[in-house]
């Protein structure tokens, strides 16, 4: 089981940039498609962006152009730059690490990003 530990977030005015840090421990980076997803208040967890071992991207249509997430194998983290950010980008983001070949997911601990003037 792959164990993730998040940094980043905080308070950011509109148009203004964060990145979140994704550390993952206790298992084969390769092995895991990392991704973001963000939660709202009152609403439902959704999927912000994935990135698989190749490099391959997938984001939501909310964030594209504005959102970059990338991986560092290295360093067995992966990250999530957010430019452009808006209001409606507030939420608790969380790292997700799927394992394709269990198909089990884990997750961090989530960080809150608030954007507002």
């Known amino acids: 089981q792959v164990h993730l530990v998040e940094s980043g977030g905080g308070l950011v005015q509109p148009g203004g940039s964060l990145r979140l840090s994704c550390e993952a421990s206790?298992?084969?980076?390769?092995?895991?498609?990392m991704g973001w997803y963000r939660q709202a208040p009152e609403k439902q967890r959704e999927l912000v962006a994935t990135?698989?071992?190749?490099?391959?991207?997938n984001y939501a249509d909310s964030v594209k152009g504005r959102f970059t997430i990338s991986r560092d194998h290295a360093k067995h983290t992966a990250y999530l730059q957010m430019n452009s950010l808006k209001p409606e980008d507030t939420a608790v983001y969380y790292c997700?690490?799927?394992?394709?070949?269990?198909?089990?997911?884990?997750w961090g601990q989530g960080n809150q990003v608030t954007v507002s003037s």
């Open positions: 206790g298992s084969i980076f390769a092995l895991y498609i």
């Open positions: 997700n690490a799927r394992n394709v070949r269990t198909l089990t997911n884990s």
């Open positions: 990135v698989n071992a190749g490099g391959g991207t």
